[in-house]
């Protein structure tokens, strides 16, 4: 009987020793199956796209849309309201300066009121001298006690009512010259009914035709009206407006390239001359003039055509770099995810990786199999390029696309 008990005893050992084993094979070979699967997963399959750190050169730029326009133009406007009577000179005319553009017939009610108040203010100054001079005669007789106390308060009444009316006449002859209306004589309101260029140049614009009424333009009620825009053709610049968040890259005297859309097979080059000190709103964006000068003046270069700058900024040759779309945000630090040498394998047992619908394998459940999320060291920074000071070593492969953020997309 003890015997039969010991063999038991033996078999039953026996039978859980061979489950054990049984158990712990299973499991290795589970294990050896997820990492075959893992390294049977090619950089190629994954959902991500990939790049690599290089050596490069890398060259800050800013690139704009600008408008040629002259150096030096003017808006000419009358200094007389009234109707236009003849338009001299077209788009195109070169002008010299003196030069009649057109003529303007004064307006009716502005020639009434010029000649009403010169003749207010004359009388007025008339009265007044009449005034003092009676006031005067007064003071020197009741002094000899030649006339009385009341006849001298009368004559100052006066004095003091023809110092109001003068004023007033001054008043009004102000706001009469503030309002555009000439003041000169009528020789010389004749002469500046002319409107005549400013400048030696050539008509680039022109807003009037006969028959058209025009504001003054010497009114500080209103800007008047511009009847041509003159300007010296043979001196042209570049101007552009520069995104707030771009013009921190920008300094006077930075090289330009330019090509123009009227001539896309040519280049031409200048230099940043002006940047404004203040920024202005453009379509809802704050955005800083800057002005472009060309080194060398274009003939064939036309006011008002498009051109497309780029301003070149600071650069850097044979540095480690990446693709600037591989620079991501991670707790105000630059971070790239570096491609693993090998991947880990899936912590869940699965009988395939997970695939998108363009049939890669899908990271987005377990990006860190794959990658490895490491903080670099971040300096020039252009569209294309971004150098690296520390964190990585050239001929490493990163993540294009933020691997932690992809979409997981279904088989």
């Known amino acids: 009987m003890a015997v039969k008990a010991r063999r038991r005893r033996a078999l039953f050992l026996a039978v859980l020793i061979l489950l054990a084993a049984g158990g712990g094979g299973a499991a290795f070979f589970s294990w050896r199956g997820n990492a075959a699967r893992a390294a049977s997963i090619a950089p ?10 290089s050596i490069g050169d890398i060259q800050i730029a800013v690139e704009e849309i600008g408008t040629i326009e002259p150096v030096l133009k003017v808006e000419v406007k009358s200094t007389l309201s009234g109707k236009v009577t003849e338009v001299l000179a077209r788009e195109g005319d070169r002008v010299k300066q003196g030069q009649v553009l057109a003529r303007v017939e004064p307006d009716v009610n502005q020639a009434q009121t010029l000649s009403e108040v010169k003749n207010a ?26 006339t009385s106390e009341q006849a001298l308060r009368d004559a100052k009444i006066s004095f003091e009512r023809a110092q109001q009316n003068e004023q007033n006449a001054h008043e009004k002859f102000h706001i009469v010259e503030e309002s555009g209306i000439p003041l000169q004589t009528d ?27 025009i504001l003054s333009g010497v009114s500080s009620f209103n800007a008047g009206t511009v009847m041509f825009t003159v300007a010296d053709v043979g001196s042209m610049l570049i101007k552009a407006s520069v995104n707030e968040v771009d013009i921190g890259k920008v300094r006077e005297g930075m090289p330009v390239q330019i090509t123009v859309d009227a001539f896309p097979y040519r280049r031409y080059s200048g230099r940043v001359s002006h940047i404004s000190p203040g920024a202005k709103l453009k379509d809802k964006i704050k955005v800083f003039e800057v002005e472009i000068a060309l080194a060398q003046q274009q003939p064939e270069f036309r006011s008002g055509m498009t051109a497309n700058i780029s301003i070149r900024g600071e650069r850097k040759e044979k540095v480690l770099c990446v693709p600037s779309e591989a620079i991501f945000k991670r707790d105000d630090k630059d971070v790239v995810f570096a491609l693993k040498d090998r991947f880990d394998p899936p912590k869940h047992q699965a009988a395939k990786p997970r695939k998108n619908r ?20 971040v300096g020039l920074v252009s569209l294309e390029r971004a150098e690296i000071l520390d964190g990585m070593k050239q001929g490493q492969r990163i993540a294009l696309d933020d691997p932690t953020r992809l979409p997981a997309v279904e088989n």
Not at 191 to 197: A, E, F, I, T
């Open 121 to 146: 203010l004359a009388r007025a100054d008339l009265d007044l001298s009449d005034a003092l001079k009676t006031y005067g005669n007064q003071q020197r007789l009741f002094a000899e006690g030649y």
């Open 187 to 213: 020789l010389a309101s004749t002469q500046r009914v002319n409107v005549v260029s400013p400048m030696n140049g050539v008509v680039i614009s022109r807003t009037v035709e006969v028959g058209d009424t």
């Open 44 to 53: 190629e399959d994954l959902s991500v796209k990939l790049g690599e750190s």
């Open 358 to 377: 363009d049939g890669k394998v899908d990271v987005s459940d377990e990006w860190a199999r794959f990658f490895e999320m490491r903080p670099v060291r």
